[in-house]
């Protein structure tokens, strides 16, 4: 197909680029962190979203090599970031599975001197699905490492539950579905309701994805819920505005 051909050019050529959603704390609504998300910049179709792209990166495994790029290059850009500040990197289910992924992450750290401390793993429940020894094997020896676990998506995969009980999730991520409707549907506040109590009693960060009315803020505030990301304070940016954006949620 025409997408893969393309995807191989664009990655020789270097047409890919990192982008930097705040992560804010609701306690003091400052930044504590960043998500790292993944764009094409297509010389034709301009910035091209990575929902389109992953799907066949992994079929032609490509995802391995641009994977291995996007954390190289997040930890080298972290590590210039003030201290403490963190970045989080989202893991293909692919590269998750590829044999070399812990040694990946730590020649990523060895490499930018960033503190493992300050790089999280964003994971889907899609990552869990199979081979569920071989995947908790490498979550621990990736936590060992001293980097932190996140649950993406949370709540709308299968059997997020149960993953809760074989692995010690550092943070869950309520997906932006669930968000949404926070102020107008009953069931959308029950959902949050539970993630946040859920995460509460079992002592795991709770980030809520999609934030972009106050309104949802608050409702977010009342329930608990530690961390904001979405289009309210800002939308995933170049390398370059972070330090705008700090100066201004600082
Ligand atoms: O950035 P948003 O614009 O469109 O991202 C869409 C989806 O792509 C999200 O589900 C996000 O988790 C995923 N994504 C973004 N960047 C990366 C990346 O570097 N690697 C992987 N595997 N997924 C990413
Ligand atoms: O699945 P993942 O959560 O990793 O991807 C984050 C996705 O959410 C990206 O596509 C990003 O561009 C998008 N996003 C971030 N903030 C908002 C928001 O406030 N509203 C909406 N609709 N999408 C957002
Ligand atoms: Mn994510
Ligand atoms: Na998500």
Redesign the pocket.
């Known amino acids: 197909r025409d997408m893969e051909h393309d995807l191989r050019h664009a990655f020789a050529q270097g047409d890919f680029e990192l982008h930097y ?1 705040p992560l804010v704390e609701v306690a003091t609504g400052t930044i504590s962190g960043f ?1 790292c ?1 993944l764009r094409w910049r297509h010389p034709e179709k301009g910035m091209i ?3 389109e792209f992953i799907p066949v990166a992994e079929d032609i495994g490509l995802i391995v090599p641009l994977g291995e790029w996007v954390l190289r290059e997040a930890c080298h850009e972290a590590a210039r970031w003030p201290d403490g500040i963190k970045v989080a990197v ?1 893991l293909s289910a692919v590269q998750f599975r590829s044999r070399n992924l812990v040694q990946v992450v730590v020649q990523a750290l060895a490499q930018s001197s960033l503190p493992p401390e300050r790089l999280e793993l ?1 994971i ?1 429940e899609s990552i869990l699905l199979a081979e569920t020894e071989a995947n908790l094997a490498t979550l621990h020896q990736l936590r060992g490492l001293g980097i932190r676990i996140s649950m ?2 949370f709540g709308t995969g299968y059997s997020s539950l149960s993953y809760l009980r074989s692995f010690p999730f550092d943070k869950i ?1 309520i ?2 579905s669930f968000v ?1 409707d926070l102020a107008q549907r009953s069931d959308c506040l029950a959902i949050v309701r539970a993630i946040s109590g859920l995460g509460k009693s079992l002592n795991i960060t709770t980030t809520a ?4 009315t106050t309104d949802q803020l608050d409702w977010l505030r009342a329930e608990g819920c530690n961390q904001v ?4 304070f800002s ?2 940016r170049p390398a370059s505005e972070i330090a705008a954006l700090l100066a201004r949620f600082g």
Not at 209 to 212: D, F
């Open positions: 959603q998500e998300l979203s990575p929902a989202n964003e889907t993406d998506d991520k997906d932006r949404k994805e999609g934030v972009e990301q979405g289009f309210l939308a995933a």
